[in-house]
Structures are given as structure tokens and as C-alpha cells.
């Protein structure tokens, strides 16, 4: 079923700030070794499906209605919840092999960032919009009335969302996350400051916006906090200076993503040149525990994941914004990957020290955009283990149980869209929900994969009502488990 929400027929929806920036031309000898690495069957040729042994392709569902980008994914019960530029598609995935369209609905607005709690869906908008509406149009940043934030829906009719609410926030919502209470829903609003045109987005922007949703009564959304997450002195607050102090790095005007622990009151994030730890058991004033940099390997910090303990986080790089090659023997094995960091230490005087780097080793073509991406555990006790993103480089699961020596135990990726010009693409968000990874592809559509390993089959008897990555459950405590889930 289509849902509609617009008066008139979109504009089209027009990436903001942050992921996938539209990539550079490349050069005609970078296009040259990139067919000649198809040709050598040193890469997959293009849109070819390759695939470790236990990885199964169970099904792919192209684009329709909504034409643009795709980007996250959230879960709820037997549904699968798809953003993208144009609005968010709803999937019923109660046969994985074979999902069925449920509902699209159109409201553009990049990213489209989307999480569901309850009867709730949530959107976050950062682009600049001429209204609040899903008939907005795109409009300059500069334009004083432009609105972008976050949008609410009901989706307690499955089949037809409703649009209850909007919150316009500073910088807008490049990201969000939920901290789920009994009556309130608190979202934590990320955005950064990418350059001056945006009015509200001018440095210091060093702190996030909180919203409380009251889940019986969402239109009356409101931000109660603007926490900031970086003091200090001069024009910049405390964050990372960026270049030229740091060159290559980000300076940081703000978060992009969040990830909260709600059974151990933690969050960690991913804020441009800083990874940080928090607690957050005043969800309208959290606190900073601990804050690292690394100014050789990391150029963004764009995303951070828990293992299950919670005494380690894995923190992604997204070098080049997502729009470029960086899987390649030139950029290096260090660089835009995954930097594994153990907390040491208890409350306060926890600390983030650093123990490795990973990324995926086998290379893309030049044309190919690949770097460290979205990603969730795999929930297997005693073990951490994760799936992940990597844009064209596909989706990868990987051991860090050892934080000093991850490994890549499987993966899935096609070949480069093309060989002579950089066209953005690849998987975006990748996650395991109830015994399977789902993947949303930029260009190609839904993905259902099935892994079948000695090392993860226990994890396919612990089933979850609800699953925003973003909002890491405890899986064994919180949710539902057959016997032996456990064991």
C-alpha cells in the first residue's frame, strides 16, 4: 500500500551535510585499474554478488516509490522500517525470504534518520525545508523561515502512518537516538556544523538537543535540554580543533552519532574529531566521563557500538563522508576503519584506551565508495561479534572478542556499480534482528541475508520485540529467549 502525505509531488530529495557527498570525477587511469582489476577477477565484476560460504542471499527488494537514497533501518515485531531521502518504506518481514511491502510513505527530508518505539516513528530531517510538512521543498540554508528537525508518526495502524508532530531542533537532525522510559520517549538530536550557511549551526555548536515525547500525547513534543558536551574557552568550545592543529581531522561543532546502553545508563559518541563517554542516568543532563582523540587515523568520528559487557566500544571512521574510495591499498589498512577501545576502570573514572584497528581487507575499485559504516552485535554470549556496512564494500560480520586482534569471519558485497564513474551506492546500514541481516543497498534496494556459522547459531534463538541500533538492548536480560539461549 502506498501511503501519500504530500499536496504535491516532491522535489527531489537532495543529500544535506555528512554521508555520502557526491563523489569527485576520477581520473581515466584510476577507471583504467579499475576495470583491469574486474578483468583480473581481482574485484567482482560489476553488480556481481559475491559471498563467503556462510552467507546466504535470501532475498532483494528494488526500489519503488521512493526514488532516492537509502539509508537506516529500525525494527519492530515482524516489520522492518526503511528510511530514505524521500520518505520510509515498511517491510513485513515475517518470512525473511520473501518481505512484502506494507506501506511507503512520502516526506522528504535528508536523511531520514528513522527509529520507532511503541506506536511511535521517529524522522530526523537536516536539510533545509521550506516547512515542517511532507510537502516541503527544498530550499538555500539561508533562508531565515527554513525548518528542518524531527518528525513524528503513529504508526499504530501499520498500514497508514500518521504524522502527529514535528520539533524543529538547532542545526536540525542529522541523526538521532532514543532513550526509551515508561511514559516519555527522550531523543537525543545529533547534528554538527558543517560550514557557516546554516543560521543556528555556527560554532560553538557543542552540545545535542533532547526532546521528551510524551507517548500518549506526542504533539506535545518539545526540546527540555541543549546539554553541552564539549565546554571550553574561545570561539570553538572544547572539542577537536581540527586543521590546522590536527590536519586531515574534523573539527567538532557537534555529534553525529549517539548510541546508548539504557540497562548500563551509557552512551557513547561519535562527534566529528572526539569520541566520548557518558552517563546518562539523567536523561536531560547527561555527563561526560571520558573523551579521546586520534589525530593520525581518524578523520570522523561517525559512529560507536557497545559490546554486550559494556567494557569495550567500537567507534567508526567514516573517511571521506562516505562518498569515497578508501577500501583501497593507497589509503591503508588504519583509516577509514573501526578503532576497538576498552573501558577500563569503574563510574567516573572510566577511560576509553585505544587497542586496535578494523577494517575490511579486501580492496574496491577506484570508482567504488567504501568505508566504516552502520552496524549492530550479533547477540552471542561470551563472544563480540558484529555486522557491519561498508557502503560498496558490502556487509561485513566480525570477531573483536580479542579487542587486540578482530577478525572478519564473513561477508556479502557486489561488485562496483561501475568501472569508469564514482556512482554512490552500496549498503548503508546493516543489522541482525532475529536470526537474520537485514541491509539497506543505496542504490539496489532491501537485502536478507542468512548466516549459518558454529559461531553465531546461538544467536538466532534470542528474539527481540524492537531494535533501534542506536538504542543497544541487553539482549539476554531485556527481551525474549528460547531455552538454552544462554547456554
Known amino acids: 500500500m502506498l501511503v501519500s502525505l504530500l499536496a504535491a509531488g516532491p522535489a527531489a530529495a537532495t543529500p544535506g551535510p555528512g554521508d555520502l557527498p557526491v563523489p569527485d570525477t576520477v581520473s581515466a587511469e584510476r577507471a583504467a585499474s579499475a576495470r583491469a582489476a574486474v578483468a583480473s577477477g581481482e574485484i567482482p565484476g560489476v553488480d556481481e554478488i559475491v559471498h563467503t560460504p556462510n552467507i546466504e542471499h535470501l532475498a532483494n527488494i528494488p526500489k519503488d516509490a521512493l526514488k532516492g537514497t537509502n539509508s537506516d533501518l529500525a525494527f519492530q515485531g515482524r516489520y522492518a522500517f526503511a ?153 570553538d568550545g572544547g572539542g577537536n580543533p581540527g586543521a590546522p592543529t590536527n590536519p586531515g581531522v574534523s573539527k567538532t561543532t557537534g555529534c553525529h552519532d549517539i548510541t546508548v546502553l539504557p540497562g548500563e545508563d551509557l552512551a557513547a559518541g561519535a562527534c566529528m574529531g572526539d569520541g ?112 557491519q556496512s561498508w557502503y560498496q564494500g558490502g556487509v561485513s560480520v566480525w570477531d573483536f572478542t580479542d579487542s587486540r586482534r578482530p577478525k572478519e569471519i564473513a561477508y556479502f558485497e557486489r561488485g562496483p556499480i561501475s568501472t569508469t564513474t564514482p556512482v554512490g551506492g552500496g549498503s548503508w546500514s546493516a543489522y541482525y534482528y532475529n536470526g537474520h541481516i537485514y541491509s539497506n543497498d543505496i542504490a539496489k534496494g532491501f537485502d536478507v541475508l542468512k548466516l549459518s556459522d558454529k559461531r553465531t547459531d546461538k544467536a538466532q534463538r534470542v528474539r527481540m520485540h524492537e531494535l533501534n541500533a542506536q538504542t543497544q538492548p541487553d539482549y539476554f536480560r531485556d527481551f525474549d529467549r528460547a531455552s538454552g539461549a544462554d547456554d
Open 83 to 235: 528510511g530514505n531521502y524521500d520518505g520510509f518504506r515498511i517491510f513485513d518481514i515475517s518470512e525473511p525470504s520473501s518481505p512484502k511491502t506494507v506501506a511507503q510513505v512520502l516526506c522528504p527530508g535528508s536523511q531520514n534518520d528513522i527509529s520507532v518505539s511503541g506506536n511511535l516513528l521517529f524522522l530526523s530531517t537536516d536539510s533545509s525545508r521550506s516547512d515542517d510538512s511532507c510537502a516541503s521543498v527544498s530550499q538555500p540554508a539561508t533562508v531565515k523561515e527554513s525548518w528542518e528537525g524531527m518528525k513524528i508518526f503513529d504508526i499504530s495502524d501499520i498500514s497508514n502512518p500518521r504524522y502527529v508532530a514535528a520539533v524543529e531542533t538547532a542545526c536540525g537532525s542529522h541523526t538521532h537516538t532514543l532513550l526509551p522510559k515508561r511514559d516519555d520517549v527522550y531523543v537525543y538530536v545529533s547534528s554538527y556544523a558543517p560550514n557557516a550557511a546554516f543560521p543556528d549551526c555556527r560554532p560553538p555548536h557543542d552540545g545535542i538537543s533532547v526532546i521528551k515525547v510524551p507517548r500518549e500525547a506526542p504533539e506535545r513534543a518539545a526540546v527540555v535540554s541543549f546539554p553541552v558536551l564539549f565546554p571550553g574557552e574561545g570561539p
Open 276 to 387: 566520548i563517554l557518558f552517563d546518562v542516568r539523567d536523561p536531560v543532563r547527561p555527563r561526560v566521563i571520558d573523551q579521546v582523540q586520534d589525530n593520525v587515523n581518524f578523520a570522523f568520528w561517525h559512529s560507536a557500538t557497545f559490546n554486550q559487557k559494556a567494557d569495550k566500544v567500537v567507534f567508526a571512521d567514516e573517511l571521506g563522508g562516505g562518498g569515497a574510495a578508501t577500501c583501497n591499498a593507497e589509503v591503508g589498512p588504519n583509516r577509514g576503519a573501526n578503532g576497538i577501545y576498552d573501558i577500563v576502570g569503574k563510574g567516573d573514572g572510566r577511560k576509553l584506551v585505544f587497542r586496535s584497528y578494523f577494517k575490511i581487507s579486501r580492496h574496491q575499485a577506484d570508482t567504488e565508495n567504501c568505508v566504516a559504516h552502520n552496524g549492530s552485535l550479533i547477540p552471542v554470549r561470551g563472544k563480540d561479534i558484529m555486522v
